[in-house]
Every structure is written in C-alpha cells, then in structure tokens.
C-alpha cells in the first residue's frame, strides 16, 4: 500500500530564510505527487504536482519541489519565506494500484519567526 | 476561479442523529471525493465517486456511511448514526478526470455531542 512520510511536524523559520520541507513516499511504481497548504480553517489548496517529466517542479506562491526516486522523496523549497507562509503543509500520493485517492502525510506545521 | 463549496460550515448533531454534508463540486468535474480529517490527524480518504457509483472507498466508510448526486450539481455524504468517534472536518474534492489535481472545499466541521 501506498503510505506518506512527512518526519518534522514542527518546523520554525525566520521571515526571508529558506525552507525545505520533507516527504519521503513509498510506492510500487512512478507516482503522482502532490503539495497542499492549510491554513487555519480553510480548506487544502493546492501548490504544485509532479505526474512526470521534469524531476523539478515549479508552483504558486514561489514553491518549487524535486522529485528524487532514488531517494523516494519529494521534498518541498522555498527560497525565501514570508510571514504568510505559516501553515501546515500536507504531502500526497495518488495514482496506481492506490487508485485516484489521495494518500497524505501526516503534515509539517510551519512557524515563521518575524 | 471556481472552487469546491461546502455547507454548512459547521455542524453540530447529537449522537444518534443523521447527517448530511452538503458539496458543490467544479461544474466541469468528474471524479469526486470525501475526505475527513480528525482534529491533530492527517486527512483520510473515505470514499471516491464517479459516473453516479462509487469507485473506491476506504475501510472507514461502512453501512452508516453513503453517497449522493442527488441532482447533476449536488455532492452529498450522509451518515445515518452519527457516533462522537465522527467528529472531525469533512473535506468534499473534485478533479476533471481520474488523476488529475484534486480541488478542495474549505470543509465541514462536524461535531457530534
């Protein structure tokens, strides 16, 4: 089965630091993965996706993440955060024997220190 | 943009009692879905739909769990007795074709007295 591994549930950073945020996934075949932010009391919206192609991907609000299957990792950058980033930021999995459904992390809450 | 909606936004039901979750999915959208996400825990999938039958659902999603397309625009989840163990936020998506990136409602927050 399909399963997500997300292994900081805290992260704090200072405003205009950089971010990396890990996922490692463990999956059959080529899986299709995804990003999605939280803010408190609002829904999942998403920031990037990888289906194939280039192993870099490029999102909204200034995110990007490299998919790495050597290292069954699909880590998530910013160069430099702003306050507004602070959310929980949630890793998925999708596609194969696991169907359409999404498999998520258990999250990373992110701080950001002004 | 259009976007997933979900009412109410909170819903408050004693224990025994049925429910039932309301969604608007993206008009142009195929495949729809319920999550749920109880408080502190990662999201879940309960159940996927499409072509008015569900395609995949999850251990959770038993008997007490169904649903609906009532209407060509409506998504609905019921549940018929509700137990405390239900409380959490209900997340309705939707996603053009099978695969594609799955659109979020902001959710509903149940809570079960």
């Known amino acids: 089965a399909q399963s997500v591994t997300q292994p900081d549930i805290h992260i704090t950073v200072s405003e205009g630091a950089s971010l990396e945020l890990r996922c490692n996934y463990s999956?059959?075949?080529?899986?299709?993965l995804f990003w999605y932010v939280q803010s408190p009391g609002q829904g999942l919206q998403l920031l990037l996706k990888?289906?194939?192609?280039?192993?870099l991907v490029q999102g909204i609000k200034g995110f990007e993440a490299e998919f790495k299957r050597s290292q069954s990792s699909f880590n998530l950058r910013k160069p430099s955060v702003h306050w507004s980033d602070a959310a929980e930021y949630f890793c998925?999995?999708?596609?194969?024997?696991?169907?359409?459904?999404?498999?998520f992390g258990t999250g990373t809450q992110l701080k950001v220190e002004l | 943009e259009p976007e997933v909606t979900q009412t109410p936004s909170h819903q408050v039901t004693q224990m025994g009692q049925e429910v039932i979750l309301r969604c608007v999915p993206i008009?142009?959208?195929?495949?729809f879905y319920w999550y749920r996400q109880i408080l502190g825990q990662k999201v879940e999938f309960l159940v996927s739909?499409?072509?008015?039958?569900?395609?995949?659902k999850s251990e959770i999603f038993d008997d007490q769990f169904s649903v609906e397309r009532p209407d060509g625009s409506n998504f609905t989840l019921k549940i018929r007795s509700t137990k405390l163990e239900d409380s959490a936020m209900y997340f309705c998506?939707?996603?053009?074709?099978?695969?594609?990136?799955?659109?979020f409602g902001d959710g509903t927050r149940l809570s079960i007295l």
């Open positions: 998506a939707s996603s053009e074709e099978g695969i594609q990136p799955q659109h």
């Open positions: 999956y059959g075949a080529t899986p299709y």
């Open positions: 990888y289906f194939s192609g280039d192993t």
């Open positions: 998925a999995v999708a596609g194969g024997g696991g169907g359409n459904k999404l498999t």
């Open positions: 008009s142009n959208h195929l495949y």
């Open positions: 739909f499409y072509n008015n039958e569900i395609s995949e």
